[in-house]
């Protein structure tokens, strides 16, 4: 399994998941942090605590696998994104891996999970033609075009302190590069000079995220799950270069550097993450229907980018989700079919024109199909998500997704005896 989760780290870091305009702005498209039942749910995630999945978006949870379980997962999604100005309409596909992850018991008290997943996600090219208004037959061009983003290897580790209370951090290296790039052309005149600009910031560093579970049951049918997750904020170490290039339009639409004037500026300004908390709480009557609910504030209010402050708006999320089982001890595979459901609002961090750049709200439903003879699973859920544009230069995104998974969920750490 680890063999496997290095040969398609490579693989998972050159895939893009986005052709939304607003990955234009900051690190791009936040990536949710979440396996295939929490995506399924809305996103609900913090409160969860289930041994047959692994739930990396709280590392607290990581003690709830059993001694004798190894559980490995992966999941991909298939994108399809419909964008509207108010004036034209535009489709994207996208398709892309969204994580691997492995977990395990370590010792009595001790679980532990590594995995790979995106962070963010930047992927755009937008056309912007402008009329002379002394002859229309002389238009000029602005391009806008962006691509790469973060990827996020962790490291996790949780401890019960006791039958109802655990604890956990997962430590990331962070690392992917960033491209943006502006370019001014002439199409009526390839000997006239255009310019092109380029931004690029690379990241290599680590972050942390602090995990903390309570349980309490209540009855013999009622459990109720309270978690919450810390991330502090704080300056990346990052590689940033800004190039200007001036030539004639031919050579700029080619991407040629013949006959350009390139200048290029390494920058040493501070690019951060900001602090994040989270809290959620998930209530499971009878092992058969759990209902969780989530809430997010990520301070990105105070992060510098670029070395500039006061570029991105706070972005906060609530999601609410539910999972329902018919009978978890039944040996009918109808009956451990998992059905799950979910919804979300979420408020992103970019900025536009002072004020938050968009709005996006989200519904969501899925299956968990146990595979025969297997304590293992295929999940899938389809997700349909709005985001609406808050400017007057607005963008109005309907997306629809759809996430497969694979959970292995095998019993590796026993003795066989042989009478």
Do not use: C
Not at 210 to 223: E, L, P, T
Not at 333 to 342: F, H, S, V
């Amino acid at each position: 399994m680890l063999l496997l989760l290095i040969l398609v780290s490579g693989v998972a870091a050159a895939q893009n998941n986005t052709n939304s305009p607003y990955s234009r702005y900051g690190y791009g498209q936040l990536s949710e942090q979440g396996a295939s039942n929490s995506k399924a749910m809305g996103g609900v995630a913090y409160g969860l605590r289930d041994k047959a999945h692994t739930n990396f978006a709280n590392p607290a949870s990581y003690t709830a696998v059993d001694s004798l379980t190894f559980i490995f997962e992966g999941g991909l999604s298939l994108q399809n994104t419909n964008f509207d100005n108010g004036t034209a309409k535009k489709n994207a596909r996208n398709t892309s891996l969204d994580y691997l992850s492995m977990h395990f018991r370590v010792g009595t008290k001790f679980g532990m999970s590594l995995g790979l997943l995106p962070y963010t996600n930047v992927g755009y090219d937008m056309e912007n033609v402008t009329k002379n208004t002394e002859d229309s037959d002389k238009t000029y061009v602005t391009n806008y075009f962006g691509e790469g983003g973060l990827h996020q290897a962790y490291v996790g580790l949780a401890y019960k302190i006791n039958r109802k209370f655990s604890i956990g951090a997962n430590i990331s290296y962070l690392w992917g590069d960033i491209e943006h790039t502006m370019m001014l052309s002439f199409p009526y005149n390839e000997e006239a000079y255009g310019v092109a600009k380029h931004e690029h910031v690379g990241i290599n560093s680590f972050k942390i995220d602090i995990g903390a579970q309570y349980s309490y049951q209540f009855g013999k049918k009622h459990f109720a799950t309270f978690g919450a997750v810390f991330s502090p904020g704080y300056n990346l170490t990052n590689t940033t270069y800004t190039q200007e290039l001036v030539g004639v339009t031919a050579a700029i639409t080619s991407g040629s550097t013949t006959g350009m004037t390139v200048k290029q500026n390494d920058l040493n300004v501070k690019n951060g993450i900001p602090m994040s908390f989270g809290a959620g709480v998930a209530y499971i009557y009878d092992g058969r229907l759990t209902i969780g609910l989530d809430l997010t504030y990520q301070q990105w209010s105070k992060v510098s980018f670029m070395g500039k402050d006061d570029v991105f708006v706070d972005r906060a999320k609530i999601a609410f989700g539910a999972e329902f089982m018919p009978d978890p001890l039944s040996r009918n595979l109808l009956k451990r079919i998992k059905y799950r459901a979910g919804t979300y609002y979420n408020a992103p961090y970019y900025k536009l024109d002072g004020v938050r750049a968009s709005k996006e709200w989200g519904v969501s439903a899925g299956l968990s199909i146990p595979i025969l003879r297997a304590r293992s699973a295929f999940n899938i859920s389809a997700q349909y998500a709005r985001v609406n544009g808050q400017t007057s230069n607005f963008i109005h995104e309907n997306q629809l997704r759809v996430n497969i998974g694979v959970t292995f969920n095998e019993r590796w750490f026993y003795k066989t005896r042989v009478n």
